[in-house]
């Protein structure tokens, strides 16, 4: 059988009406109006250099004893994680009692070019962690990580086991040399001293055209042939851009931070090795000895579950759990059926464990 | 094989439908884009609603000459155009301005991707013909198909190969965008000279246009005089330049053997079509097949060492160019008295150590401050109850009591005053010496 059914009038036809909703598209494109993002009600409570670090009002009339500290990846921005009304992950927690903070570590320039994953882990975190230990007269606080910011937050539970009570991590590399990681591949051939000597900071164009080049095809033509079809849906149109704005909104990173991430965590593969050193302690995960609940998504392409679920392995807790989302790295968090699934479940788990 | 979808006329049909569509959406698309968007008084965007007009019009003319390429060709849609006809017609709909915003980059990713979309249609509508062709002649479609892959593979192997590569659907134009971006600021190695540079296909044409063997040994020479050193310096940047544009190349051709693996399997995906009974229903239909089969070639290519070796020897020899450049670029600033990056960065790497130290003065006056006093406090406390403050008063007052006794029996035994005396001193002497040992003594034990 001939593979095409089109006939010259159904193809003539598609494109007219494809060219129409481009041409009428225009005028709603331009009527979209400002795109927002972050829904929750926060106030900021404490900053240090550019680093601010918000507690989100409480959706409940009793909050749980013990605050979660979100701590957020360098890449992209923290909204992420409180995107829209039906799309947050903040305001999943807030529903289920939990008394939230999060550091949103602003926008690095040319003056942050020295600062080291000992300045962010041992320092803005540490101090976070300090700040809400005191408003709360708490010694130890419960810590969640998003994807790198998870690397982070079990580098400082290892440093400081006894500032933290619980440990959530999630979509969180830990073996970053999974056959699956491609992004690992891509950069075991970098000169990463060179492009930070060379760059200071590293755009964040760079990095989104990294994630980009993952799947360029799909990424860069047909997404936006998709988007015509939204234009005369406000709303969708409105999701599309949102969730657009954040994937472009990408902070450059502090050269030093981001030469020691690439060079130990990727090209070394340290942190599984015991081999990462940061403010000249060794990082060693087998001082994690307070809870682990690993959150992975199965069809991550950027943290491959393989390569968070290695944790198990490694940490010194008795009481590690895991929690598998079906669905990708950024769908465990924007996706309508992670809204039902995944702030619940780390709730639950948090307020089994006090 | 069965020619059914070419059972009737197709020729005849497409040319008698297509007139009559373009005639509707020309009424339409006119009425619409006159009755909405006046574009007046915008220098050089006068005639800007007039562009859709325009293609609509070749499309018309093309459809009565039968010259099917010209109706592809969109004013806002041709490649290389750049700045030019999209941003005016963008800027002509109120959602253009330097400034980047979420609506208008995706804006302009969209448009490239109608482009994209619309350019394929195009290139499918002219296949479809010469298979309507051959199908006339009475050749079987399978060999139009094959003829119909190879003339779009043609895209990509041809004189314009590079440029079909690095703009299948703006895909591949990125890397090189992109790079280029990180130059902008580089006057002496501008964007510009590497785009040259690296838009050379041909390998070694750039060389051999600039001098080819003339030029390596110039650049192997060694310096001489006052400025020895800034000759070698200037070899050894345009080394680098010949390493990435080398670095470039090889990347490109690789780069473009996915787009040709990718018409491979969109080739055999249809075929499987066609025996599976499962034609392809819509132009989309067909260009998501396309991004599928690219994807698939794609994810496949870019697991391979192959091209992880290319990519990283490409962005570490234009990172090494770029190197090169700002030395000198520093080189000539600071010849100038003024800043440079180098003095820049120092500056920035001692206040981040001062932070530093800074930071730890404080976390320790913080830790002083808020120690823990509550044992030493308990160990001032023990001394303080040690003291047996009640029994020192009560003993300064039996001290007291003998003195007055004392006095008073001194006028009359002046012998015996001394002797008084002297015991009161002893008792006096032995009470102090020793306050818990009276205290005890008064209670009896």
């Given at each position: 059988m001939f593979p095409f059914s089109v006939t010259p009038q159904q193809a003539s036809e598609e494109l007219m009406r494809f060219n129409q909703k481009l041409v009428a598209g225009m005028t709603s494109l331009s009527e979209t109006g400002p795109i927002s993002a972050g829904v929750s009600g926060r106030d900021a409570v404490y900053t240090d250099d550019k680093l601010v670090l918000y507690r989100y009002q409480s959706r409940v009339e009793k909050r749980h004893r013990v605050p979660v500290l979100v701590v957020y990846a360098l890449v992209n921005r923290p909204y992420m994680a409180d995107l829209q009304e039906d799309r947050s992950l903040i305001k999943g927690l807030l529903d289920e009692g939990m008394d939230v903070y999060l550091i949103d570590w602003g926008y690095p320039d040319g003056a942050d070019r020295y600062l080291g994953l000992d300045d962010y882990i041992n320092g803005y975190v540490h101090r976070c962690v300090s700040h809400i230990c005191e408003a709360h007269d708490l010694y130890r606080i419960n810590l969640l990580g998003i994807c790198q910011g998870g690397t982070f937050s079990l580098c400082y539970a290892a440093l400081h086991p006894e500032k933290v009570r619980n440990l959530v991590t999630t979509v969180t590399p830990v073996d970053f040399q999974t056959p699956d990681n491609l992004l690992s591949r891509w950069a075991q051939q970098l000169d990463v001293d060179l492009l930070v000597d060379t760059m200071g900071n590293i755009p964040g164009d760079l990095l989104n055209f990294t994630f980009l080049s993952m799947n360029p095809y799909r990424l860069t033509g047909q997404k936006y042939l998709d988007m015509v079809d939204l234009l005369d849906q406000p709303d969708k149109l409105k999701n599309f851009l949102r969730m657009e704005k954040w994937i472009f909104d990408s902070p450059d990173q502090a050269g030093e931070a981001f030469r020691q991430f690439i060079k130990d965590f990727y090209q070394r593969n340290g942190l599984v090795k015991g081999e990462v050193v940061i403010g000249g302690h060794r990082v060693d995960l087998k001082n994690i000895s307070m809870p682990v609940f690993n959150v992975y998504a199965t069809l991550d392409h950027l943290v491959p579950p393989a390569a968070s679920k290695v944790l198990k392995e490694l940490v010194g807790s008795a009481d590690y759990s895991e929690f598998a989302f079906k669905g990708g790295h950024i769908g465990i968090y924007v996706s309508g059926r992670a809204q039902k699934e995944v702030p619940p479940a780390i709730a639950d788990w948090l307020k089994a464990r006090g | 094989m069965a020619n059914d979808t070419f059972s009737v006329d197709w020729m005849q049909g497409w040319t008698d439908l297509q007139r009559k569509i373009w005639n509707e959406w020309v009424a339409m698309a006119g009425e619409q884009l006159h009755a909405n968007r006046g574009f007046p008084g915008i220098p050089g965007v006068e005639n800007a609603a007039q562009w859709p007009m325009q293609w609509l019009q070749q499309v018309m003319e093309a459809a009565g000459s039968g010259n099917t390429a010209a109706p592809w060709s969109v004013p806002w849609f041709q490649q290389g155009a750049g700045a030019g006809p999209l941003d005016d017609w963008m800027r002509s709909f109120g959602i253009y301005s330097p400034e980047t915003t979420p609506e208008k980059s995706a804006l302009a990713n969209m448009m490239a991707a109608a482009s994209g979309f619309t350019r394929l249609s195009g290139e499918i509508f002219r296949a479809l013909q010469k298979m309507g062709e051959g199908v006339q002649d009475g050749s079987e479609w399978t060999r139009s198909l094959d003829q119909a892959i190879q003339q779009a593979k043609s895209l990509f192997t041809g004189q314009d190969g590079s440029k079909a590569a690095m703009d299948p659907m703006s895909a591949w134009g990125q890397p090189l965008q992109m790079w280029m971006g990180m130059f902008k600021d580089q006057p002496?190695?501008?964007?510009?000279?590497?785009?040259?540079?690296?838009?050379?296909?041909?390998?070694?044409?750039?060389?051999?246009?600039?001098?080819?063997?003339?030029?390596?040994?110039?650049?192997?020479?060694?310096?001489?005089?006052?400025?020895?050193?800034?000759?070698?310096?200037?070899?050894?940047?345009?080394?680098?330049?010949?390493?990435?544009?080398?670095?470039?190349?090889?990347?490109?051709?690789?780069?473009?053997?996915?787009?040709?693996?990718?018409?491979?399997?969109?080739?055999?995906?249809?075929?499987?079509?066609?025996?599976?009974?499962?034609?392809?229903?819509?132009?989309?239909?067909?260009?998501?097949?396309?991004?599928?089969?690219?994807?698939?070639?794609?994810?496949?290519?870019?697991?391979?060492?192959?091209?992880?070796?290319?990519?990283s020897r490409m962005v570490n020899a234009l990172v090494r160019v770029r190197h090169h450049s700002q030395t000198m670029m520093d080189e000539l600033m600071g010849a100038l008295n003024l800043p440079t990056r180098r003095e820049l960065n120092s500056s920035h790497r001692q206040v981040q150590e001062l932070k530093r130290r800074v930071r730890a003065l404080e976390e320790e006056i913080h830790t002083l401050r808020t120690q823990d006093h509550s044992a030493e406090l308990r160990s001032i406390r023990d001394d303080l109850d040690r003291l047996d403050v009640r029994n020192l008063r009560q003993e300064l007052a039996d001290m007291k009591s003998v003195l007055e006794v004392a006095r008073s029996s001194s006028t009359d035994h002046a012998d015996k005053k001394q002797t008084t005396t002297a015991r009161a001193r002893v008792a006096a002497r032995e009470k102090t010496g020793s306050a818990p040992a009276v205290a005890a003594a008064k209670r009896g034990e």
């Open positions: - | 002496l190695f501008s964007g510009g000279i590497l785009q040259a540079m690296a838009g050379q296909q041909q390998s070694g044409q750039w060389q051999q246009a600039a001098g080819g063997e003339w030029l390596q040994k110039l650049l192997a020479m060694p310096g001489l005089g006052l400025t020895r050193e800034k000759q070698e310096r200037m070899q050894a940047g345009m080394r680098d330049l010949m390493v990435y544009q080398e670095a470039f190349q090889s990347f490109q051709t690789l780069s473009n053997q996915v787009n040709l693996r990718a018409l491979d399997l969109l080739h055999k995906r249809l075929l499987e079509r066609g025996a599976t009974n499962k034609p392809v229903e819509s132009m989309r239909d067909l260009y998501v097949l396309w991004v599928d089969c690219c994807e698939e070639v794609n994810a496949e290519f870019v697991r391979g060492p192959t091209f992880q070796e290319a990519n």
